[in-house]
């Protein structure tokens, strides 16, 4: 436990320092939220929305961007940037368990994604009324599993690349297929149907932050699928994964 610790002061200092990273995770979503709402015609209630307002509706897809960033992009960066420079290989001749290193690592993005969730809520709300989630219980638990499915897919990366050039040719095309199926580059309004419905079964399920957010409660079958693939990645990831 003390090795943890240390592990996990380390790796929070680390993260702590390279600061355009950390405000990148953390604030963009409200960054993109707040240029959003600063235009009036997307603060009017719109049909197409339900009587929403496009703010409104399109504030749970950006929970998407830090999710994809850190589950899909630093995490296994960073895990295959250890292992490339023999961090894993010269920890396991410690009395540390390089397994820490894995949990400080996993400690630490769950931190950032929490920080983020919380400033794009606490503004949304504050700023442009975005009201908060409508079930708040069927919000944290759609929020906790996309975010297991994203880290576990994040980690399966990791697992499977061997130098940090290779876990960017797979992170990054994952990361825009994330991002993409999520609706933030394109609302999901506007997407064809087939993409949409792709995208309510995709990690990190984003149909259920916006069933949870702004409308019924998240279906079933939308979580139980993000628990699926959370558990299959994390099982793939564990069963797969070298220190070397």
Do not use: C
């Not at 961007?65 to 960066?77: D, E, R």
């Not at 920890?91 to 929490?114: D, F, K, W």
């Not at 932050?209 to 099982?235: E, R, Y």
């Amino acid at each position: 436990m003390h090795a943890f610790r240390q592990i996990l002061r380390i790796e929070a200092r680390l993260y702590l320092r390279d600061l355009p990273t950390l405000l990148t995770i953390v604030g963009l979503p409200t960054m993109i939220l707040v240029v959003l709402g600063l235009i009036p015609s997307l603060r009017e209630p719109d049909p197409n929305f339900d009587g929403q307002n496009f703010v409104n509706y399109f504030a749970p897809s950006l929970l998407v961007v830090t999710l994809a960033m850190v589950g899909v992009n630093t995490l296994p960066m960073a895990l295959a940037t250890y292992r490339e420079r023999g961090v894993l290989r010269r920890l396991a001749t410690t009395p540390a368990h390089p397994a820490a290193l894995l949990a400080a690592q996993m400690v630490v993005a769950l931190a950032a994604i929490l920080a983020s969730a919380l400033l794009l809520i606490i503004v949304g709300r504050l700023a442009f009324g975005v009201p908060l989630p409508r079930h708040p219980l069927g919000f944290i638990l759609a929020f906790v599993l996309g975010t297991a499915a994203l880290l576990a897919l994040g980690l399966l990366v990791a697992a499977v690349a061997r130098t940090t050039k290779a876990a960017q040719a797979m992170a990054v095309p994952l990361f825009l297929l994330t991002m993409f199926f999520g609706g933030v580059y394109l609302p999901r309004f506007l997407l064809p149907d087939v993409v949409a419905r792709i995208g309510d079964y995709t990690p990190p399920g984003v149909q259920a932050l916006l069933d949870a957010w702004t409308g019924p409660s998240p279906q079933p079958l939308h979580l139980a699928i993000m628990a699926v693939i959370a558990v299959a990645a994390g099982a793939g990831a564990a069963k797969l994964f070298r220190w070397e």
